[in-house]
């Protein structure tokens, strides 16, 4: 994975957002949002490689319920790579599923080794997208396809004083770009058929109903499980993230190229 990467997921951090989103899933949407990602392409026997596989879930929903032959999902975190690991045991895949730690840097693949590279909202973690994009094309066999989503801010430039409070709310190694950024990234990288959807109107509603749970619902066992003080913490965090989203300004995208056959 290129670029430097501070701890993020410990055992507590993974817990409660699976809490929120499900077994194995660290970011929103669970198995409908990753079928939306890579609608239209056909996995069946491919080779499949997951970039930032956190806790499991989609690794293992990739093999098991779209066919493909293999997945490698690869994260640079003890605590998500072990916990994918469980997951692909527990659910019958380890065979078509291996999970690796890397370290953060340049994808050490082969040239053309994959049919499909996914990621599911963790490039946000990488600094430098034209980088990424050339080692996401390198790795592609041609014909293949980068099928992604991320968490984007709406322009280029220094963040609004409410981004800056949201992002200083999450406490993780965020580094947001934009939509035009992502664009000229993977055009520039060899791409074709570059398309990017905006997602803020889906997640705009589905934060309030996050946001919801936390309050009522999830609030009593969230607050046995870590505290009252970190279940306070989400809430706070929930609400500087509504105010970014209500504005467009935080804009979870879809991001989708090929790599020319």
């Known amino acids: 994975m290129t670029a430097d990467s501070e701890m993020n997921y410990d055992d507590r951090h993974i817990a409660t957002l699976e809490d929120i989103w499900g077994e194995g899933f660290l970011s929103p949407g669970g198995p409908d949002e990753v079928a939306r990602v890579i609608e239209g392409l056909d996995l069946r026997g491919k080779?499949?490689?997951?970039?930032?596989?956190?806790?499991?879930?989609?690794?293992?929903?990739?093999a098991r319920d779209h066919g493909a032959a293999e997945v490698v999902g690869i994260d640079v975190e003890d605590d998500v790579v072990n916990?994918?690991?469980?997951?692909?045991?527990?659910?019958?895949?380890?065979?078509?599923?291996?999970?690796?730690?890397?370290?953060?840097?340049?994808?050490?693949?082969?040239?053309?080794?994959?049919?499909?590279?996914?990621?599911?909202?963790?490039?946000?973690?990488?600094?430098d997208k034209e980088a990424l994009s050339r080692d996401v094309f390198r790795i592609l066999v041609p014909g293949g396809w980068f099928a992604a989503s991320d968490w984007l801010m709406s322009h280029d430039g220094e963040p609004s004083p409410e981004m800056k409070t949201y992002i200083a709310a999450e406490d993780l190694d965020f580094a947001m770009a934009s939509p035009d950024r992502y664009q000229r990234a993977l055009v520039a990288a060899g791409f074709q058929s570059v398309a990017l959807r905006n997602?803020?109107?889906?997640?705009?509603?589905?934060?309030?109903?996050?946001?919801?749970?936390?309050?009522?619902?999830?609030?009593?066992?969230?607050?046995?499980?870590?505290?009252?003080?970190?279940?306070?913490?989400?809430?706070?965090?929930?609400?500087?993230?509504?105010?970014?989203?209500?504005t467009g300004e935080h804009c979870p995208h879809h991001l989708r190229g090929q790599r020319p056959a």
């Open 83 to 127: 916990a994918a690991k469980r997951l692909a045991v527990k659910d019958g895949v380890a065979d078509r599923v291996s999970i690796l730690k890397v370290d953060p840097g340049p994808l050490t693949f082969e040239d053309q080794s994959f049919d499909v590279v996914f990621s599911k909202d963790s490039i946000i973690h990488i600094p």
């Open 199 to 246: 997602r803020n109107p889906w997640y705009r509603d589905l934060a309030r109903e996050e946001l919801a749970y936390l309050q009522g619902e999830g609030a009593k066992r969230l607050v046995e499980d870590f505290g009252a003080e970190f279940h306070q913490s989400l809430i706070d965090t929930w609400e500087k993230m509504i105010v970014v989203l209500d």
């Open 47 to 62: 080779r499949v490689l997951d970039i930032g596989c956190g806790s499991g879930a989609i690794a293992v929903l990739l």
